[in-house]
């Protein structure tokens, strides 16, 4: 096969790939909240194809993973355990690559991955799994890491990189980290910050599009403990905590990711539990008429027998539109199938059915 040739097979089989992968691109930062961005894996094999397969299936897992944590109740993970890359691969809609790089024997890549909604919400149902779909308003989160030697807000500390790294950007009670650029330097000091300047943080505030903004003070106790302080509103309600969290291995750094993730966990439970999933209501059927031909043997069977074709669900109105001995001809108003108006009248021991191509009503 001439050199040409075969490049242009290449592109194209290349081309078919990408394709199968990204029949629905999902952008980080994607709205949705069954897509999960960024999802980053660096895997090892025989060779960087196998190394692919390898790091999909393990993408599929973390986002999923990532997918329980944000939408369902704290505990759900346990319940979901048994899922296996394959059964995850088919709660999917799309993966595709956001970055990638391979090399003998290895894949680094982000990927990105959206789930399909009813199979996700099927799945929480069936393993009883209460969680939410509905997404905050968004929270600003100022960090100040209160040191021994002073209080830094803009700077690099422990405390911003923890919020950094978080993704509480991407939950349902999403928080946004200022940039910390000269704009904000100049908006808000770190003493402004801890004295709770109103006029000050509203500046941030607004620069961020949030709902609130939220001053959350982080001290370090000794080696490997960090106390944590925080009091506001904020759309999940009021906030007010002043607590001491300590990690067994990997000093302040580690404990204040304990005291992150735990204030992200108690505003993102409190949500999901105060806003869950409702399925949606059925739409109601359109109003409709027909014209039913009613025999009686008397007025006064004609008036039982209206009586209880008006108490029947469904029926929403009766009108006659001609009455003769033996008979009458009405207007049957009604919002429902043919088939469940049949059965709700069946209740009510009234039979309808279609004589020679016209509605006949009877009593049984």
Do not use: C, H
């Not at 199968?20 to 094999?45: F, K, M, N, Q, R």
């Not at 390898?54 to 505990?75: C, H, P, T």
């Not at 199979?119 to 968004?138: D, L, Q, S, Y």
């Not at 993730?261 to 869950?276: V, Y």
């Amino acid at each position: 096969m001439p050199s040409s040739v075969a490049a242009i097979v290449a592109r194209l089989a290349a081309a078919f790939v990408l394709a199968i992968l990204s029949l629905a691109p999902a952008p980080a930062g994607a709205a949705s909240v069954y897509t999960i961005a960024g999802v980053e894996v660096d895997v090892t094999d025989t060779d960087a194809s196998a190394a692919k397969m390898k790091a999909i299936g393990e993408a599929q897992v973390k986002a999923w993973q990532r997918l329980v944590a944000r939408l369902a109740v704290e505990g759900s993970a346990k319940k979901l355990a048994w899922m296996k890359p394959a059964q995850i691969g088919r709660l999917m809609s799309s993966l595709s690559v956001e970055e990638e790089r391979t090399g003998p024997g290895r894949y680094i890549g982000k990927l990105n991955i959206t789930f399909l909604p009813d199979k996700v919400r099927a799945t929480f149902a069936k393993n009883g799994i209460a969680f939410t779909e509905k997404v905050a308003p968004p929270t600003v989160v100022v960090p100040v890491w209160n040191a021994p030697d002073g209080a830094v807000l803009w700077g690099e500390t422990p405390w911003r990189k923890v919020w950094a790294e978080s993704g509480a950007d991407q939950s349902v009670t999403p928080m946004i980290l200022p940039r910390g650029d000269e704009i904000d330097a100049q908006a808000l000091s770190v003493a402004d910050a801890l004295a709770g300047d109103g006029q000050k943080l509203e500046a941030i505030r607004f620069r961020y599009e949030g709902a609130a903004i939220l001053v959350v003070v982080a001290e370090p106790v000794g080696e490997n403990a960090v106390r944590m302080r925080a009091a506001g509103d904020t759309p999940v309600g009021r906030v007010m905590i002043d607590k001491t969290y300590t990690a067994e291995t990997g000093g302040v750094e580690a404990a204040a990711r304990i005291a992150a993730t735990r204030l992200l966990t108690l505003m993102t439970q409190k949500w999901k539990q105060e806003n869950p999933y409702e399925p949606p209501r059925p739409a109601a059927a359109a109003a409709q008429a027909m014209s039913v031909s009613v025999p009686f043997a008397s007025t006064q069977e004609f008036s039982a027998l209206r009586a209880r074709l008006v108490g029947t669900p469904g029926v929403t109105g009766v009108n006659v539109a001609s009455i003769q001995p033996g008979g009458a001809l009405i207007t049957l108003n009604y919002q429902t199938s043919i088939e469940q108006l049949q059965a709700a009248l069946a209740q009510n021991r009234l039979q309808l059915s279609l004589v020679s191509g016209a509605w006949v009503l009877q009593a049984f």
